[in-house]
Nanobody, 135 residues
Framework: QVQMAESGGGSVQAGGSLRLSCAAS????????MAWFRQAPGKEREEREG????????????WYADSVKGRFTISQDNAKNTLYLQMNNLKPEDTAMYYC????????????????????????WGQGTQVTVSS
C-alpha cells in the first residue's frame, strides 16, 4: 500500500523560507515521477496547481511552473525515499495547502508539460501540509 506524508508547512512572513518533506512508502520514489501541487484557499481539488516535477531517472531536469521558478527547488533523497521542496522568497500568493504526488512518468512523458500537470497524472497523493505566508 502506497502512503505519502507531507510535513514542514507553517506560517512565515513574506520573503521567508520553508522546506517541505514528503515521505513515501510502498513505492520506490526513484522509479516514479514525483510532484508538488498546491491548492489555494477557496479552490477545489480539481483546481490544484501542479508546479514542480522530478522525473524518475536522471535524464530530464526538474520542471517548474513560472509561478515558482527561481524560488522553489525540488529534490529527492532516494535512500530515504523522501521528496523535498525548498521554498525561498515566499509570497502571500504562495499561501495554500501543499501536496506531494507520485505516479509513473508515462502520461507526462507522452503529453509533455507545455500546459502543465494535471491531478489525473498522479494516482498517489499525500494529505497535504498548510503553508501560510503573511505580508
Amino acid at each position: 500500500q502506497v502512503q505519502m506524508a507531507e510535513s514542514g508547512g507553517g506560517s512565515v512572513q513574506a520573503g521567508g523560507s520553508l522546506r517541505l518533506s514528503c515521505a513515501a512508502s510502498g513505492l520506490s520514489a526513484s522509479s516514479y515521477c514525483m510532484a508538488w501541487f498546491r491548492q489555494a484557499p477557496g479552490k477545489e481539488r480539481e483546481e490544484r496547481e501542479g508546479f514542480s516535477l522530478l522525473y524518475s531517472g536522471v535524464e530530464e531536469s526538474p520542471w517548474y511552473a513560472d509561478s515558482v521558478k527561481g524560488r522553489f527547488t525540488i529534490s529527492q533523497d532516494n535512500a530515504k525515499n523522501t521528496l523535498y521542496l525548498q521554498m525561498n522568497n515566499l509570497k502571500p500568493e504562495d499561501t495554500a495547502m501543499y501536496y506531494c504526488a507520485a505516479d509513473f512518468c508515462d502520461r507526462i512523458r507522452f503529453r509533455g508539460l507545455k500546459y502543465g500537470m494535471r491531478i489525473t497524472d498522479f494516482a498517489h497523493w499525500g494529505q497535504g501540509t498548510q503553508v501560510t505566508v503573511s505580508s
